[in-house]
Structure formats: structure tokens, C-alpha cells
């Protein structure tokens, strides 16, 4: 039965507060979901990350979601980027220790789908990426996935104020297969009042189980 489990879990800076939520029967993969900017309001309880994850755990997913250093219960400081890498490494530490041999999907929104795909690209234990509101105006060129083969999503409001769907289009085209872009129409970055389609979107990327290679 599906269910939620709350916990700390050890991270490079001290404690991260987490969340683990289960599928229904035996997990046949695991996935991590990053929060927005800690510096923003961002946390593993916003409504975005939540829909992500649900649709993860639909397709029979255990999807962690944690709150970055120095937001919530995570001990630490906000690290401009660098130790919240190191933090996504201690999530996928956990996920590791608790479904070994399982295959991993990683990603997240805004900051932290940067955060996410950062750390995911090159760690061999990621098969699949996904970025919700990738944020390219502040330092998400995506030059660093030119070299990616892994499956990737992305999931972008038409709107958003901090990539535009002609600028998602442009990075996604210089990049390798394989490859997913979704333009969520007359949504802005939050997905306000679009919450369904980024869903959605999820849920048919799932469908097809990217991880599995």
C-alpha cells in the first residue's frame, strides 16, 4: 500500500529532513525530486515538487523528497549551489542504501533542476533526468548536459519568466537524444494554475520508464 515515511537523513552539512514516499507493491525504481531556491521560499513541500513526485510513485516509483541544507529541519547553510549538489549526493547515498540494484531517475524544479541534473549527469547510479522550470536567466545554460545521453524531460511554462519556451527550445535542440520537451501553454514558472499539465507530463514521460534504459 502506498504510504509516506518522514526521516532524517545524514548529509554532508548535518542533518536533511526528508520525505520517502512508497508505491503500491515493490518499488521498481527510485527517484529523487529537488526543491526551488532556498533562498526563494523554495522546500520539498511545494506543489510542484509534490505533483512531480506523485506521478513518479504512480508508475511505481519511491520518490524522495528532502529539504536542501538550511531549509526546515536540514541542518547547514545555504551554499550558493555547491553543497546542495553535495546534498543531492547524500539523497542518492539513501536511495541507494534502502533500494539497491533499483534503477534512479533524478531531477527537480527550478534551482533544483539544476541541482539535480548537475549531480545526476555524470553519477552512474542515474538513469534518467527530468528539469520542471529550468531556470536558464540565472545560470542554467545547460552547457553542462551537452554531453548527456541520459533520457531527459523537460517540462517548461510558456511563460516563464526565467526561461522562455523559445529558449527551452533552443538548449533542448542542441542536445542529444534522447530527449523530451514539454511546453506547459500560458503557465509561468510555478505552473500557477497548470499544476495538472505538469502532471500530466510526468506521468506520460513515466509511462514509458526512462530508467529502465
Not at 36 to 46: R, T
Not at 68 to 95: C, H, I, K
Not at 125 to 150: E, H, S, T, Y
Request: charge should be neutral.
Amino acid at each position: 500500500m502506498a504510504h509516506n515515511e518522514t526521516f532524517d537523513m545524514p548529509g554532508p552539512a548535518g542533518r536533511l529532513e526528508a520525505i520517502l514516499m512508497y508505491p503500491h507493491g515493490p518499488a521498481r525504481g527510485a527517484a529523487i525530486v529537488c526543491h526551488a531556491h532556498p533562498q526563494h521560499g523554495g522546500l520539498m513541500h511545494y506543489k510542484v515538487v509534490f505533483r512531480a513526485a506523485k506521478a513518479l510513485q504512480h508508475h511505481g516509483l519511491a520518490v524522495l523528497r528532502f529539504n536542501f541544507r538550511g531549509v526546515g529541519r536540514s541542518q547547514g547553510a545555504y551554499d550558493e549551489g555547491r553543497g546542495e549538489q553535495d546534498d543531492v549526493r547524500a539523497a542518492l547515498d539513501e536511495m541507494q542504501r534502502r533500494f539497491p540494484g533499483l534503477p534512479v531517475a533524478l531531477g527537480g524544479f527550478s534551482f533544483g533542476s539544476v541541482m539535480g541534473l548537475r549531480a545526476g549527469v555524470t553519477d552512474l547510479r542515474v538513469q534518467a533526468l527530468f528539469a520542471l522550470g529550468f531556470p536558464i536567466v540565472n545560470g542554467g545554460d545547460g552547457g553542462f548536459l551537452r554531453d548527456c545521453r541520459k533520457p531527459r524531460l523537460f517540462v517548461q511554462g510558456e511563460n516563464d519568466a526565467f526561461g522562455s519556451a523559445a529558449q527551452l527550445a533552443e538548449l533542448v535542440a542542441a542536445l542529444p537524444e534522447p530527449k523530451s520537451l514539454v511546453i506547459v501553454p500560458g503557465s509561468d514558472h510555478f505552473f500557477t494554475g497548470h499544476l495538472d499539465e505538469l502532471q500530466a507530463a510526468m506521468d506520460s514521460w513515466a509511462q514509458q520508464q526512462p530508467w529502465q534504459g
